[in-house]
C-alpha cells in the first residue's frame, strides 16, 4: 500500500538551532516530492518539489533533498517565523494513466526566540 | 500574484442540512482539486477534475458527496446531507499541467466546516 509517512510529529527549537525533518514514502511509481508549508487556518504554500534521487532544492533557510526512500528538509538557523506545519506529498502513478497525491501527517514547528 | 479563491472560509451547519463550497481556480489551470483535511492530519484527496471531467473520485463519499465543474472552470462540492464527522477544512488545489505529471499545487485557503 502506498504511504507517506513525516517524522517526527513535532519539533520545538531554539531560534538558531538547526534541525532536519523527515518524509519516508513507499509508493509505487514515483513522479513528483512535494514540501508546503501550512500556517494555522490557512491552505498549504507550495516550497519545493523534487522529481529525482539525489536533486536539491533551496530557499532561504530551507533546503530540501530526495533518495530513493526519503525526503528530508533541513531547516539552519531558524527563526519565530519559521513556525508552521510542514506537509510532505508524493505524487505517484494511479489506476488508468492518472496520478495520485498522498500527503503526509505534517510536521508541526514550533520556533522559540 | 494569481490565487485560489475558495468562499465560504468558514461555514457552520446543523446536522442533515445540505452544505456548498465554491473555487475558482488560478487562470488557466486545467486541473482542479477538492481537499478534505481533518485536524492535525494531512490532506486527502476528495476528486480530480481534468477540465470538466472528472478523472479520480475514488476517496469521494458518492452518497452524500457531490462535485461538478461544468464550463471546467470554477466548482463546487456539495454534502447533502452534512454528518457530524463532515466537520473539517475543505480545500481546492489547482495545477496547470493538463496530464499529471510534474503538477504543482497551489491551494486556496480553505473553508472550514463546522456541523453541529
Known amino acids: 500500500e502506498d504511504q507517506v509517512t513525516q517524522s517526527p510529529e513535532a519539533l520545538r527549537l531554539q531560534e538558531g538551532e538547526s534541525s532536519s525533518l523527515n518524509c519516508s514514502y513507499t509508493v509505487s511509481g514515483l513522479r513528483g516530492l512535494f514540501w508546503y508549508r501550512q500556517d494555522p487556518g490557512k491552505g498549504p504554500e507550495f516550497l519545493f518539489t523534487?522529481?529525482?534521487a539525489g536533486e536539491e532544492k533551496e530557499k532561504e533557510r530551507l533546503k530540501a533533498t530526495l533518495t530513493k526512500k526519503e525526503s528530508f528538509l533541513h531547516i539552519t538557523a531558524p527563526k519565530p517565523e519559521d513556525s508552521a506545519t510542514y506537509l510532505c506529498?508524493?505524487?505517484?502513478?494511479?489506476?488508468?494513466?492518472?496520478?495520485?497525491?498522498?500527503f503526509g501527517t505534517g510536521t508541526r514547528l514550533k520556533v522559540l526566540a | 500574484e494569481a490565487e485560489v479563491a475558495q468562499s465560504p472560509r468558514y461555514k457552520i451547519t446543523e446536522k442533515s442540512q445540505a452544505v456548498a463550497f465554491w473555487c475558482d481556480p488560478i487562470?488557466?489551470?486545467?486541473?482542479l482539486y477538492w481537499y478534505r483535511q481533518i485536524l492535525g492530519q494531512g490532506p486527502e484527496l476528495l476528486v480530480q477534475?481534468?477540465?470538466?471531467?472528472?478523472?479520480?473520485d475514488s476517496q469521494l463519499p458518492k452518497d452524500r458527496f457531490s462535485a461538478e465543474r461544468l464550463k471546467g472552470v470554477d466548482s463546487t462540492l456539495k454534502i447533502q446531507p452534512a454528518e457530524l464527522g463532515d466537520s473539517a477544512m475543505y480545500l481546492c488545489a489547482s495545477s496547470l499541467v493538463r496530464w499529471g505529471a510534474k503538477n504543482i499545487q497551489y491551494f486556496g485557503a480553505g473553508t472550514r466546516l463546522s456541523v453541529l
Open positions: 506529498a508524493v505524487q505517484a502513478s494511479g489506476t488508468s494513466g492518472t496520478y495520485k497525491y498522498i
Open positions: 477534475f481534468q477540465d470538466e471531467s472528472v478523472v479520480d
Open positions: 523534487l522529481y529525482s
Open positions: 487562470s488557466g489551470h486545467a486541473t
